[in-house]
């Protein structure tokens, strides 16, 4: 079954690996209350989802 979810460390791999650098990342999306075992699109938690902001430069 398909959460339609992505682990935060996966994206920081796959845009570092196309040569992007970090630059900064934020938690104020974050949603400490998401159980993260419910697909993105449940009426429970839609809306309000544990998310993550990342900010990455081309050097």
């Known amino acids: 079954m ?3 979810r ?3 460390a996966s994206v920081r791999e796959e845009v570092k ?3 992007f ?3 900064a990342e934020s938690t104020m999306l974050a ?3 998401d159980p993260h075992s419910i697909k ?3 009426p429970s938690i839609k809306g ?3 998310r993550f902001a990342y900010r990455f430069v081309k050097p």
Request: hydrophobic share 40%; no cysteine.
């Open 21 to 23: 650098v970090l630059e």
């Open 31 to 33: 949603n400490k209350d």
């Open 2 to 4: 398909s959460l339609h």
């Open 40 to 42: 993105v699109f449940d």
């Open 48 to 50: 309000k989802t544990d």
């Open 17 to 19: 690996a196309a040569g």
């Open 6 to 8: 992505i682990e935060p």
